[in-house]
Structures are given as C-alpha cells and as structure tokens.
C-alpha cells in the first residue's frame, strides 16, 4: 500500500509541475518540488517553491485558484478511481535548507 501511495504522489507531483508551468504568467518560477497522499488517497499536497520571494503570496493564491482546474488536468492524465483533493502549500522545509546554506557560505 504504501509503494502505490509513493507511485500516486510522484504522478501527482510529476503533473502538477506540468500543469503550473504550463498555466503560470512567467512573473515568477513556480517548481513542484514534493507531494504527500493521505493513505486512503482521498487529500494530496503539493508543496512548491517560489522565486522570487516577494512573488511568493500571489504565487500561491495563484496556486490555489487553479485547484480546480489541476484536479481536471490530473482526472484526464491518471488511471486512479478517485482523485484526490489537492491542497497547494510553501514548502519550507526547502526555504529552511536554503537559509543553512546560506549561513554556510557566510563564514
């Protein structure tokens, strides 16, 4: 079971990449870089990371409008009984691993 949920939460990741690259207006980059499924597969996450930082918010709000929508583009690219419901989160883990490094280089 988990592998399946493993293998559901790539595709996700795999085509919401696809899919906000495809429908983003290029004032900022937007890159998928995880995707967590709840075990039943009912609630998916995708967390994403945004440059620049001030584009952040209207990154996400942006994001998030286009839920619908993604949820469409991922009904007609994946062989899945049920879709789940996709919530969009910043992922901090990866603006953490970032500010480490850049305390690194600091010294």
């Given at each position: 079971?988990?592998?399946r949920n493993?293998?559901?939460a790539?595709?996700?990741?795999?085509?919401?990449?696809q899919f906000?690259?495809?429908?983003?207006n290029?004032?900022?980059l937007?890159?998928?870089?995880?995707?967590t499924?709840s075990p039943?597969l009912?609630?998916?996450?995708l967390f994403?990371?945004?440059?620049?930082?001030?584009?952040?918010?209207?990154?996400?709000?942006?994001?998030?409008?286009?839920?619908?929508?993604?949820?469409?583009?991922?009904?007609?690219n994946?062989?899945i009984?049920?879709?789940?419901f996709?919530?969009?989160?910043?992922?901090?883990?990866?603006?953490n691993?970032?500010?480490i490094?850049e305390?690194l280089?600091e010294?």
């Amino acid at each position: 079971m988990i592998e399946r949920n493993e293998k559901v939460a790539n595709l996700i990741k795999e085509l919401g990449a696809q899919f906000l690259g495809r429908e983003n207006n290029h004032t900022s980059l937007i890159t998928v870089t995880s995707c967590t499924v709840s075990p039943d597969l009912k609630r998916a996450t995708l967390f994403i990371t945004v440059l620049p930082d001030s584009k952040e918010h209207n990154a996400l709000d942006f994001a998030k409008r286009k839920r619908a929508e993604l949820r469409d583009h991922l009904k007609k690219n994946m062989q899945i009984k049920i879709i789940p419901f996709i919530d969009i989160e910043i992922d901090r883990g990866e603006k953490n691993r970032q500010k480490i490094d850049e305390l690194l280089r600091e010294k």
